[in-house]
């Protein structure tokens, strides 16, 4: 795509901000929804499993993704399966939602299966009456959809244990079930509706071989019948025949498909004479042909490729980082950016354009290696390859700092190696650090792109993350904390470099006279990464444990509530002071208790409260818009909460807007709420009728982040009646007032 067209989307969604966020969920996830591993019909609509959740088509125009926080808990999906009592989709480790009407949220109906651990066989899912019949590695499982319990789980089958030997097919035709397990099919009666009552569900002489007549392949993926005729065939996909004895056929790198006994040849379901369509569906009067990565739609002989993805493009997010004004960049491990103002994205944009792609490690050793400062310039930092330095917010890149070709020593041959990188304080330039055989060093890089070092001044020769401040004691000087670590594992121990120098504004961008002091890491852990809160403190995550400089030394805290044995990937501090900590166990907000840092209470957010994954390789906190991203191996996941933006400029000289209520009319009834927003924290809301009657009063926690939300009801609980109301905020001697118009 143009450059100046993605920067002209970027301004546009950064305007657009405000006003697309009415009404948008708290929690939301952003995935590919690739590839596909199951198909079905619903209600009309095409429903596909995806890795990045379940996708949704409405006559090959209208597509939705959902994902955790639908109502899925989770995002990776194996099975989905329609009929007239629901959709209903299985997780890769078993977990069964329903959704009963479209565009619905989904409800949880069982996670009995995911404290064992096994997968889920994809697309190896049936239904008869009210018992779902799901397949797994180890084990088919039998779900009574009406209670969501589980029944039983059946581990062996005739001779056949299931750990071993997984079923390969299976199918439901009236009162029995046909199961394949490699090349050899068996079956058993079921009363779907007394499933309970069979006693005799667990004895595995019960499933009787089914003799087929043809010829019988290896492994047996597809089972189906003309009539009462058994068939079966090695590749898996979709295979029926209807009343006619008309068959429908699809598979993987066939040579021909089949719709209603009718061959189909169209060329967009090819590549190479090969087919890429595994599963063929019809809705009324149309039919979809779908495969691992294709979704192509057909109506009246017009056939649309509808498999394309524009809400979300950039796959897994390794680094974040937010824009001043509001809305972040994430970054992802191939090299590309996108931008996002919170409730859209830009389509993917190649900033590396060197050989040096760092996928792997990037996640290995939790890289912090981007930064951006106020103005738009930016920093990337190559594993292997030096330095990019860019502006219009990594649009254009203007100057590359390769290895060997500036003072920054080389880890091996024209080869550097870096993790950090953080924007100077007076936006001059940038500090990175970078391995070295010996003791490592670090670089000041100017925005021209001029480089002065300090080599071989670390404690030790790996660095990691970094950051920086003007020194509290001397303005003219900067002190830069970097992570130094024993070994190159992200796992060794490790400790706390603390560089003081001269400002470079000072000295011509040299680095001179620098001073180190060096601090045991927190419980002797290398640290991860590192953020300072409003008092000056600051806060390090090593590899699983939290702690704190202060008094020259680094502490542990007394007391983590609820926080214990995550490996930590990433930190930042909000506004209000709580620590946030991405981990492989979802993300934690540590909140020290009134304001002291030695005891904290833990909050753990997880796929169950709408996080994409468990695994958090990154977090970066926009505290212009209130919220905090995570970044995933999967997507990324925003989570707006009111308390994490910054309202102490709101009714001063500097506040960006003057309080204004949205939306407004209100209608209580079907907009949830109204927001009076861009109004001072420590101020008083109060809402009068048109009589001059007090409604409702608001202060305190009520007013966090600058933003109140009212649901239009009085003290009471009651919906006030339609009409006329003022409301007035009041801040020391400062005073704003409005109109709200309230209609039911």
Same mark, same amino acid.
């Given at each position: 795509?143009?450059?100046?067209?993605?920067?002209?989307q970027?301004l546009?969604?950064?305007?657009?901000?405000?006003?697309?966020?009415?009404?948008?969920?708290?929690?939301?996830?952003?995935?590919?929804?690739?590839?596909?591993?199951?198909?079905?019909?619903?209600?009309?609509?095409?429903?596909?499993?995806?890795?990045?959740?379940?996708?949704?088509?409405?006559?090959?125009?209208?597509?939705?993704v959902?994902?955790?926080?639908?109502?899925?808990?989770?995002?990776?999906?194996?099975?989905?399966?329609?009929?007239q009592?629901?959709?209903?989709?299985?997780?890769?480790?078993?977990?069964?939602?329903m959704?009963?009407?479209?565009?619905?949220?989904?409800?949880?109906i069982?996670r009995?299966?995911?404290?064992?651990?096994?997968?889920v066989?994809?697309?190896?899912?049936?239904?008869?009456?009210?018992v779902?019949?799901?397949?797994?590695?180890d084990?088919?499982?039998?779900?009574?959809?009406?209670?969501?319990?589980?029944?039983?789980?059946?581990?062996?089958i005739?001779?056949?244990?299931l750990?071993?030997s997984?079923?390969t097919a299976l199918?439901?035709?009236?009162?029995?079930?046909?199961?394949?397990i490699?090349?050899?099919?068996?079956?058993?009666?079921?009363?779907?509706?007394?499933?309970?009552?069979?006693?005799?569900?667990?004895?595995?002489?019960t499933?009787k071989?089914v003799?087929?007549?043809?010829?019988?392949p290896?492994?047996?993926?597809?089972?189906?019948?003309?009539?009462?005729?058994?068939?079966v065939?090695?590749?898996?996909?979709?295979?029926?025949?209807?009343?006619?004895?008309k068959?429908?056929?699809?598979?993987?790198?066939?040579?021909?498909?089949?719709l209603?006994?009718?061959?189909?040849?169209d060329?967009m379901?090819?590549?190479?004479?090969s087919?890429?369509?595994?599963w063929?569906?019809?809705?009324?009067?149309?039919?979809?042909?779908v495969g691992?990565?294709t979704?192509?739609y057909?109506?009246?002989?017009?056939?649309?490729?509808?498999s394309?993805?524009?809400?979300?493009?950039?796959?897994?997010?390794?680094?974040?980082?937010?824009?001043?004004?509001g809305?972040?960049?994430?970054?992802?491990?191939?090299?590309?950016l996108?931008?996002?103002?919170g409730?859209?994205?830009?389509?993917?944009h190649?900033?590396?354009?060197?050989?040096f792609?760092?996928?792997?490690?990037?996640?290995?050793?939790k890289?912090?290696?981007?930064?951006l400062?106020?103005n738009?310039y930016?920093?990337?930092?190559?594993?292997?390859?030096?330095?990019?330095?860019?502006?219009?917010?990594?649009?254009?890149?203007?100057?590359?700092?390769s290895p060997?070709?500036?003072?920054?020593d080389?880890f091996?041959?024209?080869?550097?190696?870096?993790?950090?990188?953080?924007?100077a304080?007076?936006?001059s330039?940038?500090l990175?650090?970078?391995?070295?055989?010996?003791?490592?060093?670090?670089?000041?890089? &100017? *925005?021209?792109?001029? /480089?002065?070092?300090?080599?071989?001044? =670390?404690?030790?020769?790996?660095?990691?993350? #970094? !950051?920086?401040?003007?020194?509290p004691?001397?303005?003219?000087?900067?002190?830069?904390?970097?992570?130094?670590?024993?070994?190159?594992?992200v796992?060794?121990k490790?400790?706390?470099d603390v560089?003081?120098?001269?400002?470079?504004?000072?000295?011509?961008?040299?680095?001179?006279?620098v001073?180190?002091?060096?601090?045991?890491?927190?419980?002797n852990?290398?640290?991860?990464d590192?953020?300072?809160?409003?008092?000056?403190?600051?806060?390090?995550?090593?590899?699983?444990?939290?702690?704190?400089?202060?008094?020259?030394?680094i502490?542990?805290?007394?007391k983590?509530?609820?926080?214990?044995?995550?490996v930590?990937? &990433? *930190?930042?501090?909000? /506004?209000q002071?709580?620590?946030?900590? =991405?981990?492989?166990?979802?993300?934690y907000r #540590? !909140?020290p208790k009134?304001?002291?840092?030695?005891?904290?209470?833990?909050?753990?957010?997880?796929?169950?409260?709408?996080?994409?994954?468990n695994e958090?390789y990154?977090?970066?906190?926009?505290?212009?818009k209130?919220?905090?991203?995570?970044?995933h191996?999967?997507?990324?996941?925003?989570?707006?909460?009111k308390?994490?933006?910054k309202?102490?400029?709101?009714m001063t000289?500097?506040a960006?807007k003057?309080?204004?209520?949205?939306?407004?009319p209100?209608?209580?009834?079907?907009?949830?709420?109204?927001?009076?927003?861009y109004?001072?924290?420590?101020?008083?809301?109060?809402?009068?009728?048109a009589?001059g009657?007090?409604?409702?009063?608001?202060?305190?926690e009520?007013l966090?982040? =600058?933003?109140?939300?009212?649901?239009?009801?009085?003290?009471?609980?009651r919906?006030?009646?339609?009409?006329?109301?003022h409301?007035?905020?009041?801040k020391?001697?400062?005073?704003?007032?409005?109109?709200?118009?309230?209609?039911h």
């Amino acid at each position: 795509m143009n450059k100046n067209c993605v920067y002209y989307q970027i301004l546009i969604l950064l305007l657009l901000g405000s006003v697309l966020s009415y009404g948008a969920k708290d929690i939301e996830g952003y995935s590919i929804p690739l590839d596909i591993h199951s198909a079905t019909t619903f209600k009309n609509a095409l429903y596909v499993a995806t890795d990045g959740g379940i996708r949704t088509f409405i006559q090959g125009d209208v597509s939705e993704v959902y994902t955790a926080d639908d109502g899925l808990e989770t995002t990776q999906f194996y099975s989905v399966f329609g009929n007239q009592k629901g959709l209903f989709a299985v997780s890769s480790k078993g977990l069964i939602a329903m959704q009963a009407n479209l565009r619905e949220p989904f409800t949880v109906i069982n996670r009995s299966f995911l404290s064992s651990n096994a997968e889920v066989i994809p697309g190896l899912i049936d239904i008869a009456e009210s018992v779902m019949v799901l397949g797994f590695e180890d084990k088919i499982a039998l779900i009574d959809l009406i209670s969501g319990r589980s029944l039983i789980s059946l581990t062996t089958i005739g001779s056949h244990r299931l750990s071993t030997s997984s079923v390969t097919a299976l199918n439901i035709k009236d009162d029995s079930l046909f199961v394949a397990i490699n090349n050899e099919v068996y079956v058993r009666k079921m009363d779907w509706i007394n499933l309970e009552a069979d006693l005799f569900l667990a004895d595995p002489s019960t499933w009787k071989p089914v003799s087929i007549p043809a010829l019988v392949p290896d492994t047996i993926r597809a089972i189906a019948w003309i009539e009462d005729s058994l068939v079966v065939r090695k590749e898996k996909g979709t295979l029926s025949y209807d009343s006619n004895r008309k068959k429908t056929e699809a598979y993987l790198n066939s040579s021909q498909l089949f719709l209603n006994g009718q061959k189909i040849n169209d060329p967009m379901l090819s590549k190479n004479d090969s087919s890429q369509i595994e599963w063929i569906l019809e809705t009324d009067k149309e039919a979809y042909f779908v495969g691992p990565r294709t979704v192509i739609y057909r109506k009246d002989k017009k056939w649309k490729d509808v498999s394309a993805w524009a809400n979300y493009s950039l796959g897994p997010v390794h680094q974040i980082q937010s824009f001043k004004t509001g809305g972040i960049f994430a970054a992802s491990p191939y090299g590309y950016l996108a931008w996002s103002d919170g409730y859209s994205w830009t389509p993917k944009h190649l900033v590396n354009f060197t050989p040096f792609i760092f996928e792997q490690e990037s996640i290995v050793f939790k890289m912090k290696s981007i930064a951006l400062d106020r103005n738009g310039y930016m920093i990337y930092g190559l594993w292997g390859g030096g330095f990019l330095l860019l502006n219009e917010s990594g649009l254009q890149s203007y100057k590359h700092i390769s290895p060997s070709t500036s003072c920054i020593d080389n880890f091996l041959e024209n080869y550097i190696v870096s993790i950090g990188s953080v924007t100077a304080p007076d936006q001059s330039g940038f500090l990175v650090s970078y391995w070295s055989f010996e003791q490592y060093g670090f670089a000041y890089i &100017s *925005l021209e792109g001029e /480089v002065s070092c300090a080599n071989k001044i =670390g404690s030790t020769p790996y660095p990691g993350p #970094l !950051t920086v401040r003007i020194s509290p004691e001397d303005p003219n000087k900067w002190e830069v904390y970097s992570s130094a670590g024993n070994s190159n594992q992200v796992s060794s121990k490790g400790s706390l470099d603390v560089f003081t120098f001269t400002a470079p504004s000072k000295t011509g961008g040299r680095l001179l006279d620098v001073d180190v002091q060096t601090y045991e890491g927190p419980n002797n852990e290398r640290i991860i990464d590192l953020d300072f809160d409003a008092t000056g403190r600051l806060w390090l995550a090593g590899y699983s444990s939290i702690g704190y400089l202060d008094d020259d030394q680094i502490q542990l805290p007394h007391k983590i509530s609820g926080y214990s044995g995550a490996v930590n990937s &990433s *930190l930042g501090v909000d /506004v209000q002071g709580n620590i946030w900590v =991405g981990t492989n166990q979802g993300a934690y907000r #540590l !909140t020290p208790k009134n304001g002291l840092p030695d005891i904290l209470t833990a909050i753990n957010y997880k796929m169950k409260d709408g996080l994409l994954s468990n695994e958090i390789y990154d977090l970066g906190i926009d505290s212009t818009k209130g919220m905090i991203w995570f970044g995933h191996n999967n997507g990324i996941t925003r989570y707006t909460r009111k308390d994490l933006r910054k309202a102490d400029s709101f009714m001063t000289k500097e506040a960006p807007k003057k309080p204004i209520a949205y939306p407004n009319p209100f209608m209580p009834k079907t907009q949830g709420k109204v927001v009076i927003d861009y109004i001072a924290e420590e101020s008083t809301v109060q809402i009068y009728n048109a009589g001059g009657a007090l409604v409702r009063s608001f202060t305190g926690e009520e007013l966090l982040g =600058g933003r109140l939300e009212w649901d239009g009801r009085d003290l009471s609980g009651r919906l006030v009646a339609p009409g006329l109301y003022h409301y007035f905020v009041r801040k020391e001697d400062k005073r704003e007032k409005g109109k709200l118009i309230i209609v039911h």
